[in-house]
């Protein structure tokens, strides 16, 4: 079973733990601003639904905030907004001593970008004015690699999909810090490579742009960070639907790193304004297979197990998941293009001729599953079977350090700590 991990239990994580810090903030008056862009009634479809996920975020963070106490300024710049609107706005709240921090929401109008590092960069508390901010990325970008991290204690290889973006700058420079594995990748690479990473983090804002064609059961981690609303209510993320199952662990799409940003932000926030040591948010994940191991269940191992009713239903979702990955699709979309199945082809050559083979770095095609029994379900059964008596799904665990990567045969061995820690 693919576990989803919850950004909503991180979210009630965080406002739990900085609910306390309401008295102390709310009688001070400081405030937050959020300032945002309307569209014109004839911009185009696209623009529209950037500017209305910007809508719901900023919605979101004015919760947030609130719920820590401070006055939320939601600021709505009309379409034909001018230079000298924006840069007065931007200067009030730059000049106001109770206004604490400010977030323009992306993307502003091509004509007021530059204007945006007229912020005051010590109010600038999602990383927008570059190199200057207290923080070196975005909260999302923190958010993102914060909940990588427990998944990434034995220097798995982490592919970046959307490397060049704002957000994937933010993911790869933290990364990097902290001195991972990065496969980095952006418009017009072969994104099937990503079937040689073990964790995905896809940062595009595509829809859909990853599916059967890249995802694999060996991948313990698919962080999907796309959130591009649709006309009938709904949200598409970087990962097709048809996808969901395949990986181990999945951030979902709404539900996943929206919410995590948020809490990143309350955290950001309460640190500076009123407790340094205030605690941080932590994900606790589940249990989880590296490559190495699904590739030792896949070769017989595992018969010894006994069988349970637990492991009949993961050997059927198993056989599921083997549906999916078999499935002809004619996948292999290069960031930046839209996914609409128009392809280059140009782009995908060696993508192609790849498609259905294991990966130089052992990862597994739907051609070698067949050939050795059923090593998903193999894998759903050491990562699901008996003996795993943790909590459910998603749980989130603020007291619990990281937890022991899996219980099945040879132990990862654990990555030296990184210093400092994640995402600061
Ligand atoms: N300077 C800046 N920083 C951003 O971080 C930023 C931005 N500009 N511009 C727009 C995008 C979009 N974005 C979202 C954040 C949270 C949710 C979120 O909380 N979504 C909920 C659903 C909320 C609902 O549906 O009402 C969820 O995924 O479950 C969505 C989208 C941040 N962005």
Request: hydrophobic residues 35%.
């Amino acid at each position: 079973m693919t576990e989803h991990v919850s950004g909503r239990d991180v979210l009630r994580q965080a406002k739990e733990l900085y609910e306390p810090y309401r008295n102390d903030v709310a009688p001070t008056g400081q405030r937050v601003a959020i300032i945002r862009f309307q569209p014109a009634e004839n911009d185009p479809p696209d623009w529209k639904i950037k500017l209305e996920a910007s809508k719901v975020s900023a919605e979101q963070k004015v919760k947030s905030f609130e719920h820590l106490g401070f006055q939320a300024d939601h600021v709505v710049m009309p379409p034909g907004t001018t230079r000298a609107q924006f840069a007065e706005v931007l200067e009030r709240a730059n000049q106001d001593p109770q206004t604490r921090a400010i977030i323009v929401q992306f993307p502003p109008p091509a004509h007021l970008q530059p204007l945006v590092q007229r912020m005051d960069p010590a109010k600038d508390i999602d990383a927008l004015t570059k190199g200057r901010s207290p923080y070196n990325a975005c909260a999302t970008a923190e958010g993102i690699c914060r909940v990588v991290e427990p998944f990434a204690k034995d220097d798995p290889v982490i592919a970046v999909v959307g490397s060049k973006g704002f957000v994937g700058q933010g993911v790869v420079t933290t990364l990097r810090e902290q001195g991972h594995r990065l496969m980095e990748l952006d418009a017009g690479d072969d994104l099937r490579r990503v079937r040689d990473a073990d964790i995905v983090v896809s940062v595009t804002g595509n829809p859909g742009i990853l599916g059967p064609d890249h995802l694999r059961p060996h991948h313990r981690l698919v962080v999907d960070s796309g959130f591009v609303p649709q006309a009938d209510g709904s949200v598409k993320g970087d990962v097709q639907r048809e996808a969901y199952d395949i990986p181990q662990h999945l951030t979902p799409v709404p539900g996943g790193i929206g919410p995590v940003e948020m809490a990143t932000l309350m955290e950001r926030v309460v640190r500076r304004e009123v407790d340094p040591d205030a605690p941080s948010w932590k994900v606790d994940p589940r249990p989880y297979l590296t490559k190495d191991q699904l590739t030792q269940g896949a070769q017989g191992a595992q018969g010894a197990q006994e069988p349970s009713p637990a492991t009949v239903t993961a050997a059927q979702v198993g056989e599921d998941r083997q549906a999916l990955g078999e499935r002809a699709v004619g996948g292999g979309q290069s960031v930046g293009q839209q996914a609409t199945g128009q392809q280059t082809p140009g782009q995908l050559g060696a993508g192609q001729q790849a498609a259905g083979q294991p990966g130089a770095g052992g990862s597994q095609g739907p051609g070698q599953q067949a050939s050795v029994g059923n090593p998903i379900a193999q894998a759903a059964r050491l990562r699901t079977g008996a003996g795993h008596g943790g909590v459910g799904p998603g749980t989130v665990n603020p007291t619990a350090g990281p937890s022991a990567p899996i219980r099945a045969q040879s132990p990862v061995p654990p990555k030296p700590p990184t210093p400092g820690g994640p995402g600061r």
